[in-house]
């Protein structure tokens, strides 16, 4: 959000021939991969090999790769890359467009999980590719959006490669790399715990080409209102991944927990992605959602489907998605202001801004159970209700206070709502907030429908589960504490309703007065 705000009462705002090998297609062009999923253009109609839901338990008991981190960045331009799907089915294709300033590169496919601590595993190589210096980025004169204007390099089948989530590192002669982040999704959810990638937000904050939702080069007078997809990361080249989500997929995995993967993008063009599932998991950062997702999110949590929100300011941004060049839901649209946006006035639902403000006031709480409230933040988290299921084997008691867990934005209790019931706050953590003395909450609500929604309140929920590695002032103390919550969190998630099981305590009387 990159925003100081107090609590709000949000009512005062009411390509060429193709020689196939080893699951690498070589040459560029204009052709496409097969599969019509997340990120796919029109036209495309090669189908995948059905294949079984991956068993988390199996596949993390193989031996795991621990060359999987970036050895060398080395300059800006001399190797990156982007794929033309931001999601594919196992065994369908996607295409990567790398440019490097090298005369060739390799790439390589890493799938993220525990296996024994080495947290990735290796499942694929290129040979080496002839190396190729790109266009420069292209910007648009309307929004300001940046694409990338490449050739595609090679295609890659992802034939016996396992739903989850990859990182494909490029690796220039020079010894220079990047990655380029893909989701393998699942084709069905049912009895698993959904990981949803925050791929919408991941955009909005890249500044690949000089220009992003918040900034462009002259500030933020020519920022973007629409990011696409049709581009690279900029830094490493994983977007906020790493930050945010890599840690949380990790333990997820290493709790044996059947699970599914998916992405914002995704979530947004399948009403029944989460049919049949036990649980939804959003991670550190998933702030921009369109009115899908939203919708999509909200039938599911009504039916009895979990929610667990692992980080801070969720939901804040409205969003729409449209089609790029290389295919549907490949471009981001948010303007923040709805007097930009022409779709305040054609269709109020639809304009771009935060999902509290006007034309269509329609706070996050009533989804989260808390909203957002500071950038930036700082602060302990504090125990409210040590006797939580949540905390079990932690060892806390009311009071008890974990230094560094609140930031860099957080979330609390709003007294004008919308609120659901009941909720309990199981964590009221004093903050200080840009110089401001404030609050953040972590929560915990149940439905009619059996299902529970936690949410932790703080952004850095899962930085913290690396520990002193996260930086600002987390201990190890505060890294176990994270580790057994979310621990507990995706067991009880996973068993089935939590409502049924773990009914919430109403105590939002003690703090609206």
Avoid at 80 to 94: H, I, M, N, Q, T
Avoid at 160 to 168: A, K, N, Q, R
Avoid at 246 to 254: D, P, Q
Avoid at 349 to 367: C, I, N, Y
Wanted: net charge positive; proline share 7%.
């Amino acid at each position: 959000m990159r925003a100081l705000r107090g609590i709000f009462d949000w009512t005062l705002f009411a390509v060429l021939p193709v020689l196939v090998l080893a699951g690498c297609t070589f040459g560029g062009g204009d052709g496409r991969p097969g599969g019509g999923g997340a990120g796919g253009g029109p036209g495309t109609s090669a189908v995948a090999a059905p294949a079984k839901a991956a068993d988390t338990v199996a596949e993390n008991a193989r031996p795991g790769t621990p060359d999987w981190r970036l050895r060398k960045r080395g300059q800006a331009d001399e190797i990156e890359g982007y794929a033309d799907r931001v999601s594919v089915l196992p065994g369908e294709s996607f295409r990567l467009f790398v440019s490097t300033t090298t005369k060739g590169f390799k790439a390589e496919a890493f799938r993220v999980g525990w296996y024994g601590g080495a947290r990735a595993r290796k499942l694929w190589e290129s040979p080496r590719q002839p190396g190729l210096r790109q266009a420069y980025p292209k910007v648009s004169n309307q929004n300001y959006t940046v694409t990338a204007p490449w050739k595609p390099s090679l295609t890659v089948t992802t034939t016996d490669w396992p739903e989850g989530v990859y990182l494909l590192r490029l690796t220039a002669d020079s010894g220079a790399q990047r990655y380029v982040p893909l989701t393998l999704r699942s084709r069905d959810a049912s009895g698993r715990l959904v990981i949803l990638n925050a791929t919408t937000t991941w955009q909005a904050y890249n500044l690949w080409g000089g220009h992003n939702l918040y900034n462009g080069p002259t500030g933020y007078s020519d920022r973007s209102r629409a990011v696409s997809f049709d581009r690279p990361y900029d830094k490493d080249g994983t977007g906020k991944f790493m930050s945010y989500e890599h840690a949380a997929i990790v333990l997820a995995e290493k709790t044996g927990k059947q699970l599914a993967y998916a992405t914002d993008n995704d979530l947004h063009a399948n009403p029944d992605l989460l049919k049949g599932a036990r649980g939804l998991v959003t991670l550190g950062h998933d702030e921009y959602w369109s009115t899908n997702m939203r919708t999509n999110v909200t039938k599911a949590r009504d039916s009895g489907v979990n929610i667990a929100f692992l980080g801070a300011n969720a939901v804040n941004r409205h969003i729409r998605f449209g089609p790029t060049k290389l295919g549907p839901d490949r471009l981001v649209t948010c303007y923040k202001d709805s007097s930009e946006d022409p779709f305040a006035k054609t269709d109020p639902k639809e304009s771009t801004q935060d999902w509290r403000l006007p034309p269509v006031p329609r706070p996050e709480s009533d989804l989260i159970g808390i909203m957002y409230n500071c950038f930036p933040a700082a602060g302990s988290f504090t125990v409210r209700r040590p006797a939580s299921w949540l905390f079990r084997g932690t060892g806390v008691r009311k009071g008890t206070a974990f230094p560094g867990l609140i930031g860099p934005e957080t979330d609390a209790i709003n007294p004008a709502g919308p609120t659901p019931r009941p909720i309990e706050v199981i964590a009221h953590s004093a903050i200080d907030c840009g110089g401001t003395s404030m609050t953040a909450d972590a929560t915990y609500y149940t439905t009619k429908s059996g299902s529970g929604v936690v949410a932790t309140g703080t952004m850095r929920w899962v930085c913290a589960m690396r520990g002193p590695r996260c930086g600002h002032g987390v201990t190890v103390a505060g890294q176990r504490f994270v580790t057994k919550v979310t621990e507990n969190l995706l067991v009880a998630m996973a068993a089935g309703p939590l409502g049924a099981t773990y009914p919430a305590k109403d105590d939002l009387p003690e703090f609206i007065g």
